[in-house]
């Protein structure tokens, strides 16, 4: 089984400012990794995701996340946040092995401040 | 294309009473995945259907059921409701299934239970 843990529940940061979402995951078996984003009363929005290759993958919205199997995280970045940014992110994980559905951590709160 | 819908975006219901809610995924998706989210436990999967086979199950009581339609639209059925039920309901689509295959969300369902 996979399990996720997001390390931060809330994240404030200004505008302009470079921001981190940590992510670490627990799997027995390789596995695949995703970032959502929830914007207010809306469903969640692929932000990037990790299959094979690459350890550095790029989204949308100048997001990107590095993989790292060593350390089992998968942490967000971005180089300069704006207003727009402010929402609900969360770090899923699913294995390799057959149908396995996405696990999903708790979220993390990123508001970004004028 | 059209996005994933949900019906109806809100619902209230009392206690004891069962409730259906409709995913209509994007068309040409073939895999219909449901999930409830709420503060407490977060985004937890509950099934996934593909060419109206339900491929995988969450760990939810067998009140939670769903069915999908030859049109691959998909129906989630809550009986005897409780308190605990009160969530946010979202279906995501995909083309095959299988999360090698990105997801895409709808708005969700607000169900209240009182």
Known sequence: AQSVTQLDSQVPVFEEAPVELRCNYSSSVSVYLFWYVQYPNQGLQLLLKYLSGSTLVKGINGFEAEFNKSQTSFHLRKPSVHISDTAEYFCAVSGYSGNTPLVFGKGTRLSVIA | ?114
């Open chain 2, 1 to 114: 294309k059209a996005g994933v819908t949900q019906t109806p975006r809100y619902l209230i219901k009392t206690r004891g009473q069962q409730v259906t809610l409709s995913c209509s995924p994007i068309s040409g998706h073939r895999s219909v995945s449901w999930y409830q989210q709420t503060p407490g436990q977060g985004l937890q999967f509950l099934f996934e259907y593909f060419s109206e086979t339900q491929r995988n199950k969450g760990n939810f009581p067998g009140r939670f059921s769903g069915r999908q339609f030859s049109n691959s639209r998909s129906e989630m059925n809550v009986s005897t409701l409780e308190l605990g039920d009160s969530a946010l309901y979202l279906c995501a689509s995909s083309p095959l299934g299988g999360v090698e295959s990105s997801q895409y969300f709808g708005p969700g369902t607000r169900l209240t239970v009182l």
